[in-house]
């Protein structure tokens, strides 16, 4: 029947709260995963409702007496003039104020900015009516907001800017600083902000919140979104409000009453009671707050997790995973549940990235797979309960003691700190995996899938602890760190992904192929951050590679003299047709081809390598001077896109590319790149044909494939865009950060499907990175055999792609295969 459901339906899934959720009552675990409180309501506010549900106010009511309070409160705490009978709708919870706000001002195509990490819930109500979430990330560890990444994010269909302050997950209060960014934007472009202040009362260390609606000129402009849940510990009586100007708050009241017609009536009459509460009552609920915050920050960090930036406000605390912990956040918090007994929630369903192998997200971002989710508002029982079970993360080791300062854990104990045993070796027996993932099917290696209720498989990982390899790859658009954890015997999982936008190729004029100073800066930075994250994670062994831009730029030497002086890299400048060798044993490490005749493209930014192989002997390989950085400089830009195409023409032509095809043939064509990566996804979304979201379901997907008229579809449709289909691109969602450089791409693929004859493409999510991690271990482990190590990687592939009952038994086999493979 999932056919009948709408588009938008089959794109809804559980959270990760409420799945956590969901194990959690299973087994019966502390639960600090949900932010509801687990003590009571005050008694006062619980007898108002039980004596208006005695006086039968149990029907349809909308009590206009809260209005009054609200407007009482909000002139005497805010300084704000508020119209009772005009500016305010009652709701079912904040939830839904905060809905029918985006139903009532956003249109289809409207830009909304969120602040990442966020609560999920914005990004969900944006997307139902057709908007466009546009993220601009906090920087950690302290979460700040970059003004500079702010103006940027803004285009002129900005529509609103959501603002969630105190913030969940990270604890952050809006400084006023970064408030007045925030207002001076909505001024300038007229646009609106929607506020979610829950947690307005729950401020700490001397912190206040102030309202973004306070500021000169943004109340007439400003959507305040609030309920009694959080302040009053009432999660479950759904009564909320949104304040607005008049307009905005009838056309919401209006869908409040299409959709749920009003609020539960008992608990409207208690809200009067609770909104007449004393300062005092206020206070207190502060002052305990913070005392609950203290506590579990110290015990978080008595147990080794890093805790830079201590939560200024909301009850929540995101947890920095110890630096040796190999673990994802997912897979921490299922062993967390499983092992010790307690439910917190993982930070990477705050951030809105997609994510790749490793878990790791596909804008290298990799700390948004490094944080855990705490909640603090339950009673001190419960605390001390969670408290004792969680020392067993420390008393599994022997650990006994620690420095419990904010980020001040003893190095002993980060680098100790297991779940009976398991974040020190090899990875645990994971959970269900959704087979939605592409490179996580590949990175992960042994899991555990469990089919709901059914049998469990136990795939035992192989790679022990033993030594960390690391590949930098000095690309022409970005710089890529992969870091993996390998066996004695070669066998490697990656735990660790970085990315680092550096676009080296930038301002390279074909008169004199230099690196320009600000192209130079922007790599020393980029490598320097790698190099401390080296030091840091006590890399064994590190390669670090240039590609096409070093390769071909006329001061490549004085650049890498730079490198060797600032950073202390000796930088091995590849080979166009080394490049390809290196990419086509890492697509080995992902797919299962190794039987197989396989014609790899690599595009990158610089050039494109060419590949042919087989059973891990290259047959062919070659580089060409083609890369859609280079291309988008010499003819995007200007528009000439006709010359784009009769040039990558003349190159394949040239390049004695076609007879050498022809002569050997080929199997199965696999491309490797980002660009790659990103037609597929804009494929399977449905950019060819004109949509302008990504409300598609995951479950359609045919293996990440697609086929030479889809990639024709796409093409054609960048190339009639304006500006050769840049602009238009990103206002869709669509290829992202790498839209710059997407049309080139595009046409450069099309004509080398075209050129090649062929028919469709599979796409790999190892590419560069992981050939070189396959070269370190041919030379520093003596038993290494790379054929033999991909055949087991391609087994593993093979078994994790199970998540339903019926596959279970060949998933079974599967993992037979891998036990037993030589």
Known sequence: MEEKLSKVAQTLKPSPIQEISHLSQRSSTINLAEGFPDFPAPIQIKEAAISAINSDFNQYRHVQGICEHLAENMKLQRGLEVNPLTDIAICCGQTEAFAAAVFATIDKGDEVLLFDPAYETYETCILLVGGVPVYVSLDPPHWTLDRDKLMKSVTSRTKAIVLNSPHNPTGKVFSKDELE??????????????????????????????????????????????????????????????????????????????????????????????????????????????????????????????????????????????????????????????????????????????????????????????????????????????????????????????????????????????????????????????????????????????????????????????????????????????????????????????????????????????????????????????????????????????????????????????????????????????????????????????????????????????????????????????????LTEAFVRNGKLLELRNHIRSVLQESGLIEKVREIGFEIAVGSSGTVRSIENAIFRGYGKGLTNALVSFSGRRGWRFTLEELRTVAKRLCCLDDGGIKAARRAGFFKKRSEFITAGAVLLSEIFETLNIAEMRVSGYALGEGIISEILATTCSDYDINMNARWRSFVHRSTRFNSEKKMKSAVRCAGMARVSP
């Open 181 to 630: 960014a925030i207002a001076g934007v909505c001024r300038d472009m007229d646009c609106l902000a929607i506020t979610d202040e829950v947690y307005e009362y729950i401020t700490f260390d001397m912190e206040k919140h102030i309202s973004l609606a306070s500021l000169l000129g943004m109340q007439e402009r400003t959507i305040i979104t609030s309920s009694l849940s959080k302040t009053f510990s009432v999660t479950g009586w759904r009564i909320g409000w949104a304040i607005a100007p008049a307009c905005i708050a009838s056309a919401i009241r209006n869908i409040h009453i299409k959709i749920t017609d009003s609020a539960p009536a008992p608990f409207q009459e208690a809200a009067l009671t609770a909104l007449t509460c004393s300062p005092e009552y206020f206070e207190s609920l502060r002052r305990a707050y913070e005392a609950k915050r203290d506590y579990i920050v110290n015990m978080l960090c008595s147990i080794g997790f890093k805790i830079q930036f201590k939560p200024q406000g909301s009850f929540f605390v995101f947890a920095e995973l110890p630096g040796e912990c190999i673990l994802s956040d997912i897979e921490f918090v299922t062993e967390l549940i499983r092992k010790i007994g307690v439910a917190a929630v993982p930070g990477c369903g705050f951030f809105h990235r997609k994510f790749s192998s490793s878990g790791l997200s596909l804008d290298g971002q990799s700390y948004q797979t490094r944080y855990i989710r705490f909640a603090f508002c339950k009673s001190d029982t419960t605390l001390d309960a969670a408290a004792q079970k969680m020392s067993k993360l420390v008393m599994a080791n022997g650990v006994s003691s620690t420095d419990d300062s904010v980020g001040g854990s003893s190095p002993n104990v980060v680098r100790k700190i297991s779940l009976e045993g398991l974040l020190d070796g090899g990875r645990p027996e994971l959970s269900y995996i959704d087979s939605d993932e592409l490179c996580r099917e590949g990175s992960k290696g042994g899991k555990e899938h469990k089919a709901q209720g059914t049998m469990e498989i136990n795939l035992s990982n192989p790679v022990s602890s033993s030594k960390l390899l690391a590949a930098v790859d000095m690309g022409t658009n970005s710089f890529k760190m992969l870091v993996v954890r390998a066996d004695p015997n070669g066998k490697f999982l990656a735990v660790d992904r970085l990315k680092k936008p550096v676009v080296l190729g930038r301002g390279m004029h074909a008169d004199d192929g230099t690196i320009s100073p600000d192209a130079q800066q922007r790599a020393i930075v980029a490598l320097q951050k790698f190099g401390q994250e080296l030091q840091r994670q006590r890399i064994h062994h590190a390669k670090i590679v240039a590609t096409s831009a070093v390769r071909e730029a006329s001061n490549k030497l004085e650049f890498l003299s730079r490198v060797r002086e600032e950073v202390g890299f000796e930088v091995d400048v590849l080979s166009g047709e080394e490049e390809a060798r290196l990419v086509y044993l890492g697509v080995l490490q992902f797919l299962p081809l190794y039987n197989r005749t396989v014609l790899t493209v690599d595009i990158g930014g610089g050039s494109t390598e060419i590949v042919i192989g087989k059973q891990g002997k290259v047959l062919f390989a070659t580089s060409l001077k083609l890369g859609h950085v280079n």
